[in-house]
C-alpha cells in the first residue's frame, strides 16, 4: 500500500531541484529559488486529481483535520460525530480546538452507521466526520443528506483512501472539506505532511492564513502581511511537498496495482463460504489498499489472525485487538489522560465514553480481518499468500 514502497528516482528529481537552490520554505525566497515552487505546484496538481477548487498543503493529516473544523468556525464546546474505528488523530484533531468528539458506531462498511449518527445530533452538534478506513468509505448521499437537513458541516477523513471514489468522485472532494494525510505509510507520502481540500473560498482562505499565523499572504513584502485573525505553524515544507509531488504523479499506477493484487487475494478467499467482505457503498469504488473481510465470529477471527502471524503472513489486522484503531483500547481517552487540564465542558461533554456501548462496533470489528495491499509483491508471491491465507483460514472453519 504505502507509497514509500516505490519511492525512486522521480522523487530524487524533485528533491534535487529543492536541494540545489537551498529554498526549503514554502513562501517567500522569490529570488532565490530558481523558480521552484514544489508546494504551490502540488497543491495545483492535487486540485487537477481531486476536481476540487481549492487545497491547501499542511504538516500532516492531523493538522489538515483539525485546520478543516478551525476553517468551518468550529471550536470550543462544538460537538464533532466520528466513528469508533479510525486513528486515534480524528479525536486528537477535534479535541486541540476544545471541541467534542461524540464517537459512534460503525457499520458492514466499516466507517460511520448514518442511524448511529443521526441518534447523536444533540443542538451543540457541529459536524459529522466520516473517516474512509482501509480505502473505502462511508454511505455519503445518505450523510450529505444527514447534514443538510441539520445543517452540518460534512469533513470528509480521507487519510486512508486517496484513490478512491464515489460515484465517480474523488474521496475528500465531496463534502464541504476533505482531508488527506502524506505521512510515510499512506497511500501516497511527502514523508509527513497533509491536505485540506474545499470547493469553498472562505474555507480554503482560512485554512491558507490559520496555517501560517494567520498571515494574509498579500504582496511580497512577508513583513507586512497582515493577520486577519490568530493562526499558528502547520506548514509543509519544500522537500516534503517535492517528494509528493512524484509521488501524487504515479497514484494512479498504484491503484492499480494494488487492485490487481487485491483482485487475486479476494477471488481465492470468495471460495471459502464462511467468508464475506465489507459492504462498499452503491457507487463506491475502493482505492484497493486493504482487503477486509468478516469471518463468523470473534474468536475464530482472532485465532486465524494469530496463525496467520505465525506463518510468516504479515500485514493483516484484527483491529478488535488494536492500540491505535479502535476505541475499546483508548484508554487515555476514556480516563481523560492529559498534560494539561480540560474545560469543564469537555470533561462533561466526553462522560459518555465511560459508560456507553459498542456493541454493534464490536460485531463488525470482532470479526472484521484487513490485510494489507503491498505494491512491492510480484504475482507469484501474491498467488502463494493467498493459497496460504485459504489454507490457515479454512482450518478454524467448520
Ligand atoms: C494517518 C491518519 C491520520 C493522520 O495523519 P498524519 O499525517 O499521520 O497526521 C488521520 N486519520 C486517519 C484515519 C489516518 O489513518
Redesign the pocket.
Known amino acids: 500500500m504505502p507509497g514509500f514502497e516505490l519511492f525512486g528516482d522521480a522523487e530524487r528529481k524533485e528533491l534535487n531541484d529543492v536541494l540545489e537552490n537551498g529554498v526549503l520554505m514554502r513562501y517567500g525566497f522569490d529570488g532565490m529559488r530558481n523558480g521552484h515552487w514544489k508546494a504551490r505546484q502540488l497543491e495545483q496538481e492535487l486540485e487537477n486529481k481531486f476536481q476540487v477548487k481549492h487545497a491547501q498543503l499542511v504538516s500532516?493529516?492531523?493538522?489538515a483535520?483539525s485546520i478543516a473544523l478551525a476553517s468551518a468556525g468550529i471550536g470550543a464546546g462544538d460537538e464533532v460525530i466520528m466513528p469508533v474505528f479510525?486513528?486515534v488523530?480524528?479525536f486528537e484533531a477535534i479535541m486541540i480546538l476544545g471541541a467534542i468528539p461524540i464517537l459512534v458506531d460503525i457499520d458492514d462498511t466499516l466507517t460511520l452507521d448514518p442511524k448511529a449518527v443521526e441518534e447523536a445530533i444533540t443542538r451543540k452538534t457541529k459536524a459529522i466526520m466520516p473517516?474512509h478506513?482501509c480505502g473505502s468509505m462511508a454511505n455519503l448521499d445518505t450523510l450529505l443528506n444527514i447534514c443538510k437537513k441539520h445543517n452540518l458541516v460534512l469533513i470528509e477523513?480521507s487519510?486512508?483512501a486517496t484513490g478512491a471514489t464515489y460515484r465517480g468522485k474523488p474521496l475528500g472532494s465531496i463534502g464541504d472539506l476533505g482531508?488527506l494525510?502524506?505521512?510515510y505509510?499512506?497511500i501516497i507520502t511527502c514523508g509527513?505532511?497533509?491536505a485540506v481540500l474545499t470547493n469553498y473560498e472562505t474555507y480554503y482562505k482560512h485554512s491558507d492564513h490559520f496555517s501560517d499565523h494567520g498571515h494574509d499572504h498579500i504582496g511580497n513584502d512577508r513583513g507586512a502581511e497582515t493577520h486577519p485573525f490568530l493562526g499558528y505553524n502547520f506548514r509543509i515544507s519544500e522537500l516534503n511537498a517535492a517528494v509528493g509531488l512524484a509521488q501524487l504523479r504515479r497514484l494512479d499506477e498504484f491503484v492499480a496495482i494494488q487492485k490487481k493484487n487485491y483482485t487475486i487475494l479476494r477471488n481465492a478467499l470468495s471460495k471459502i463460504p464462511q467468508i464475506t467482505f465489507r459492504t462498499v457503498p452503491e457507487g463506491g469504488v475502493e482505492s484497493y489498499s486493504f482487503l477486509s473481510f468478516f469471518l463468523p465470529d470473534l474468536e475464530t477471527a482472532r485465532k486465524a489472525t494469530t496463525a496467520l502471524k505465525e506463518a510468516g503472513v504479515d500485514g493483516c489486522f484484527h483491529y478488535y485487538d488494536n492500540n491505535w484503531h479502535y476505541i475499546r483500547k483508548w484508554e487515555h481517552l476514556k480516563t481523560l489522560k492529559t498534560l494539561y487540564p480540560l474545560s469543564a465542558e469537555v470533561k462533561e461533554g466526553l462522560k459518555y465514553l465511560k459508560t456507553k456501548s459498542f456493541s454493534q462496533s464490536d460485531h463488525f470489528i470482532g470479526r472484521n480481518i484487513s490485510c494489507l495491499i503491498k505494491l512491492s509483491w510480484t504475482e507469484k508471491e501474491v498467488v502463494n499468500r493467498s493459497q496460504k491465507m485459504v489454507e490457515i483460514i479454512s482450518k478454524y472453519l467448520v
Do not use: P
Open positions: 500532516s493529516g492531523t493538522a483535520v479510525t486513528f488523530a480524528s473517516v478506513m477523513d487519510s486512508q482531508c494525510s502524506l505521512d505509510v499512506k509527513e505532511g497533509g
